[in-house]
Structure formats: C-alpha cells, structure tokens
C-alpha cells in the first residue's frame, strides 16, 4: 500500500539552529501539505502545495519557515533559526485533489528545540 | 470560517462498553468531516468520512460516525471498546476538495480492563 514518507522522524536540536524536514508524498498526489502539531493540540496548516506551486502559505511563519516542492513531487519545509516555541510534530499529507478531499498522513517528525 | 469543536480532551471507558466521541462543526456550506486517529508519535490515519452520501457511515475498526446537519454534529461511536483503541482521535472538517482541513483538538480515548 502506498504511503507518504516523512524523515527523519525525530530531530532534536538547539535554539537558534537549522532545521529541515523532508517528506515524499503518494506517488501521483499533485496535492501536499504541511501541518504542525503542538502537543496535545490538532494540526494546523503551514503550508499547501499544487504540483509545484504554493497555493497557501498564509500561516507560514516566514521570517524563520520556508518551504519548496521543486519538482511537484517531494517537499522540504526549514526552519532557520529554530526557536524553542517550534518543537511541535511537523505532519507531511498528500491527496490526489479528489472531490472529498481525503489526505494521507505520513508519520511525522517529531522536533525538540532545546 | 470553519471551525471544529469537540467536547471533552480525555474520554475513559471500560473494555467492552460503547465508544461515544463528540464533534460538532461550524461551516457556511455543506461540509466534508473526517475522523482520524492517532498513535503515541506517529501520523494520522483514517477512521472515516462523510462527504454527502449517506447520513451513517460505517469505517475502519468497527467505529461508525453519523451526520447531523440539524445539530451540526459528526458523532463517532464504536459498540464495544477493545483496549486496542486507546488513542487520540480527531475530528475534522473541510468545505471541498484541494483545502487543508481545519481540525479539532483531539480527544484522548483511555480504555481500561
């Protein structure tokens, strides 16, 4: 069964370093998605990509998030300087665009900032 | 602007007794809402949907979800609890396709022997 691939999945660094994360969506899935999840709270969008475009970026934190889909295929979301408020689950989801808007979630990577 | 409200962040139940997970939604037209779960440190997967077919929907595991325009509600239940369930679940909602979801803060489901 296909799925979304995430790496690496945890990641602990220091404040003030760089970070990023690297997800590989469902093979044919011209849609993907970046969410952070804080702890004990749901996902919230950072960013979504059509194929290679960014269709909303509006909750991206830009001073520091950015974000690219080079080849509308796999994604890298970065962080530079990550700051402490930043550790959170980053989730990666992928769909195909479909009238009900089903996405696939990859497993995460998990970050602490220290 | 579409929101998610689901009522109670921690739900106890004993193996064997009905699962009753609350969720009512705010939408300006007709939604699509999904329920997922999650795993201690792992991503989101799929219990179930709804997307304007049938009122009832039956998903994975056993747990069914049914949709209430009148109440704004999309309830998730399951019969008979199996300690396998324990999880956090959430409930969320989108207005078409190609638009991120807009999620609820999760219930954390605790099934005790």
Not at chain 2, 84 to 89: N, P
Request: proline fraction near 5%; glycine fraction near 8%; hydrophobic fraction near 35%.
């Amino acid at each position: 069964e296909a799925e979304v691939a995430q790496s690496p999945r945890y990641k602990i660094t220091e404040k003030s370093q760089a970070v990023a994360f690297w997800c590989d969506p469902i093979s044919g899935h011209a849609t993907l998605y970046w969410y952070r999840q804080i702890l004990g709270q749901g996902p919230e969008l950072l960013v979504q990509f059509q194929d290679e475009s960014v269709v909303d970026d509006s909750q991206l934190p830009k001073d520091r998030f950015s974000a690219e889909r080079l080849k509308g295929v796999d994604s890298t979301l970065k962080i530079q300087p990550a700051e402490l408020g930043d550790s959170a689950m980053y989730l990666c989801a992928s769909a195909q665009g479909a009238v009900d808007n089903e996405q696939f979630f990859g497993p995460g990577t998990r970050l602490t900032v220290l | 602007a579409q929101s998610v409200t689901q009522l109670g962040s921690h739900v106890s139940v004993s193996e064997g007794a009905l699962v009753l997970l609350r969720c009512n939604y705010s939408s300006s037209v007709p939604p699509y809402l999904f329920w997922y779960v999650q795993y201690p440190n792992q991503g989101l997967q799929l219990l179930l949907k709804y997307t304007s077919a049938a009122t009832l929907v039956k998903g994975i595991n056993g747990f069914e979800a049914e949709f209430k325009k009148s109440e704004t509600s999309f309830h998730l239940t399951k019969p008979s609890a199996h300690m396998s369930d324990a999880a956090e679940y959430f409930c969320a909602v989108s207005y078409s396709g190609n638009t991120p979801l807009v999620f609820g803060k999760g219930t954390r489901l605790s099934v005790i022997a």
